[in-house]
């Protein structure tokens, strides 16, 4: 989880180098990756539970874990550590990668 957390400072300060304090709530796509199908389901329907919007999935047969989810939900930069830590832990006990996140700048 402390990996999680340098991850999200790093995008934090980005988007603070841009004038974005990241307090203000917009839409935060994030990333995991699975070895199979079977954990990329069981996944989906944890951050569906969870209020996530699924916007892409993926079979990339040459990657390592090739099953890709892509979701996003509407929060704040700012205040997403605790939940990025439970995507993490839960991508890890399904075998899987939880790769961070992404969102527009929004300057305040």
Known sequence: MAGDLAKNEEVRKVLLEHGDDGRSVRL????????????????REFVSARGYQLDREANDAFQPRPWSIVF???????????????????????????????????RN
Do not use: C, M, R
């Open 28 to 43: 935060i796509q994030h990333y995991a990756y699975f070895a199979t199908a079977e954990a990329a389901s069981q996944y």
């Open 72 to 106: 996003s939900k509407l929060q704040a930069p700012k205040d997403i550590d605790s939940e990025t830590g439970l995507l993490d832990l839960s991508a890890v006990k399904l075998g899987g990668e939880y790769d961070g996140w992404e969102t527009k700048v929004n």
